[in-house]
């Protein structure tokens, strides 16, 4: 059985006490016109209900009650004539039926050019907020874009700076990515982002935030985070790509995962993305498949850190 919605139930009634009443109303304004006789003219009265069913029922109904009117109109002018000029009245009545029906007509189509005009807009602003969204999300990965994340990063980065909290910024690359576009094809590559994307989310905690900057360079903000932490998830995060990795042996497939990790967040947003690259960077020339943290202390660069998950030597 088919359910209709409260809204369509109850704007076919108020057509009908629209009609009801515009009608009700053209029959009493016929009979003022005929009682205060020829001195007084009630034509522009007339208008009123037919414009109303024009805007709120349709220009059918409209023209019926144009109809309507005009037939009152005649009637009450030809009563107040002599039989001998009835053509007058035919012809004054019939004239108003055109005026009538030709202001329903003009009123209709404008009601209706607003209504397409009020969906027009509707579907512009769908439009321009998808855009929106699309605009900060990567079209392959679903994850935030590099415009996103940079957004996101001086938010917290701000905010963190006042609250005195920690944050900390991973920039990760796929070691010989390349080598599966032009082993495999782009298609195969493409599936290797896709499932890096889903593992790194499955390794950030709930307020982290992962994006794909572009190519195959991952970025991923963790606020008020000790450092210890930030170790175990870059663990995590190499342990998901070797799994990824054993699908495509003998690639070399894996990540460099530079780590910037400030106690107080810099003054300019951007250092945290700077210092997390150039540690990833530093991670690619001492062998790739490295996680490299700077830190803000005076040492600077803490040397690599994947000696702490695969016991690689210093």
């Known amino acids: 059985m088919r359910i209709r919605s409260p809204r369509a139930v109850t ?15 053209t029959v009493l304004i016929g009979l003022l016109d005929h009682l205060t006789g020829p001195e007084f003219g009630f034509s522009v009265f007339y208008l009123l209900p037919i414009l109303a069913c024009a805007w709120r029922v349709g220009i059918r109904t409209a023209i019926l009650l144009a109809a309507t009117a005009s037939v009152c109109w005649f009637a009450s002018d030809f009563a107040l004539r002599d039989q001998s000029h009835v053509w007058i009245s035919s012809w004054n009545g019939f004239s ?12 209709f189509y404008l ?10 807009n509707r579907q512009l602003e769908s439009s321009a907020k998808h855009e929106a969204g699309l605009a900060r999300t990567d079209s392959l990965t679903g994850l935030p874009n590099g415009r996103s994340f940079l957004e996101v990063l001086t938010r917290e980065a701000n905010r963190n700076l006042r609250s005195g909290q920690s944050i900390c910024v991973a920039y990760i690359d796929v070691d ?7 082993q495999h094809g782009h298609a195969v590559g493409d599936d290797v982002l896709k499932r890096l994307a889903e593992s790194f989310q499955h390794v950030v905690r709930g307020g ?14 963790f606020w008020n985070v000790q450092q210890n932490e930030v170790e175990e998830m870059a663990k995590r995060l190499k342990h998901q790509a070797a799994l990824i990795a054993k699908d495509y042996p003998g690639m070399g ?10 106690q107080k ?26 996680v490299v943290m700077w830190i803000d202390d ?8 994947s000696h702490l998950y695969d016991h690689t030597p210093h």
């Open 253 to 262: 497939l894996g990540i460099s995962v530079g780590l910037a990790y400030f």
């Open 111 to 120: 009601r209706r050019s607003q209504k397409r005009l009020v969906i027009l």
């Open 298 to 305: 005076p040492q600077g660069f803490v040397a690599s850190a």
């Open 11 to 25: 704007q076919p009634r108020r057509s009908r006490a629209t009609v009801m009443l515009s009608l009700a109303a």
């Open 96 to 107: 108003r039926f055109v005026i009538f029906g030709a202001m329903a007509v003009l009123v």
């Open 265 to 290: 967040p810099p003054l300019d947003p951007q250092d945290l993305l700077t210092k997390a690259d150039a540690a990833m960077y530093q991670g690619k020339e001492t062998g790739k498949d490295r």
């Open 208 to 221: 982290d935030v992962a994006a794909r900057l572009g190519g195959d360079e991952f970025a991923i903000l």
């Open 176 to 182: 010989n990515f390349k080598g599966i576009n032009d």
